[in-house]
């Protein structure tokens, strides 16, 4: 049993635990992902972060994503530009392919060291999202606590997009997840409370599906930007302000792609030593990390 190293980093203080695994025999599992991400037993994160060989045509790299209760996330924008970056850099270039469970993600170098990603299209089917039952994703008619009336958007994972007088004045760690749990929603949901400031301005707070409330949510905002466009509140472009600060999102029309552009910040580098593992009994066998 070896130490593995990993990477610190965050994008808006969304923050991760990002470990290479293309040259390590290692398989990460909700335990040791639960442990990683434990901020008082392990390094803490918002989500456990993975790189593996790509596995489509054209990708660079595949990305995989564990939240802190060890489930697994279909899509994380933060991220996708952390390991964007990440690749660019490793391969001197400034466009690469992030490949996820939510499909293939091409990212390029922007201005002033920013990162752009094509998140692909948001999707309002009801049962794309999944809702239980069929209803009208853009007025879904749900209602919990200060929050009502959501739209219902996939960004290759759920999203309960909320429009409210006062983001801030909302009560996100008991309404974030009442809705996250709720009947409607049976693989959960990601929870944005969102204040319309003015045609290419947006507040968005976010209760993240298995996270709980983060300081940005890369997904949210493409959501956000998806339904603020459906609902007329917003033109094709607009900056979104999240509590760790702001992304710059595009909604393009022709194909109903969000494009998310925005930092990615490497705190700091270290091992993660066996002991962490050492004591789940199966886990290690020939080298390799099993579930």
Avoid at 29 to 49: F, M, N, S
Avoid at 68 to 76: K, R, W
Avoid at 154 to 163: D, L, Q, R, Y
Wanted: aromatic share 4%.
């Amino acid at each position: 049993m070896v130490a593995i190293p990993f990477l610190k980093m965050h994008g808006l203080g969304n923050d991760f635990v990002v470990i290479d695994l293309r040259h390590v025999p290692v398989v990460m599992t909700e335990d040791l992902a639960r442990r990683i991400a434990d901020r008082h037993r392990g390094v803490g994160c918002d989500q456990v972060i993975t790189i593996e060989p790509p596995r489509s045509a054209g990708a660079t790299a595949v990305m995989g994503i564990r939240n802190p209760d060890g489930s697994e996330a279909g899509a994380c924008g933060n991220a996708t530009r952390c390991v964007a970056h990440l690749l660019m850099s490793e391969n001197g270039t400034d466009q690469c392919v992030v490949e996820t469970i939510a499909g293939l993600l091409p990212s390029q170098r922007a201005a002033n060291g920013l990162v752009t990603v094509d998140m692909g299209p948001a999707r309002f089917d009801w049962h794309q999202v999944p809702l239980s039952e069929a209803r009208d994703t853009l007025h879904v008619g749900l209602s919990e606590g200060a929050l009502h009336d959501p739209v219902a958007v996939s960004m290759g994972n759920p999203h309960a997009v909320f429009f409210v007088d006062d983001a801030d004045a909302v009560p996100l760690t008991t309404d974030g997840p009442r809705v996250e749990h709720h009947p409607l929603f049976p693989a959960r949901t990601n929870v944005e409370a969102v204040q319309v400031l003015g045609r290419d301005r947006l507040r968005m707070r976010v209760w993240e599906r298995g996270a709980g409330i983060t300081s940005a949510c890369g997904s949210g905002a493409c959501a956000v930007m998806a339904a603020a466009v459906k609902r007329g509140h917003v033109d094709n472009k607009a900056e979104i302000i999240l509590d760790g600060g702001s992304l710059w999102m595009e909604w393009r029309p022709a194909d109903g792609h969000v494009l998310m552009t925005g930092p990615a910040t490497t705190v700091f580098q270290g091992m993660l030593d066996a002991s962490l593992w050492s004591d789940l009994s199966g886990v290690i066998r020939d080298g390799v990390l099993h579930g």
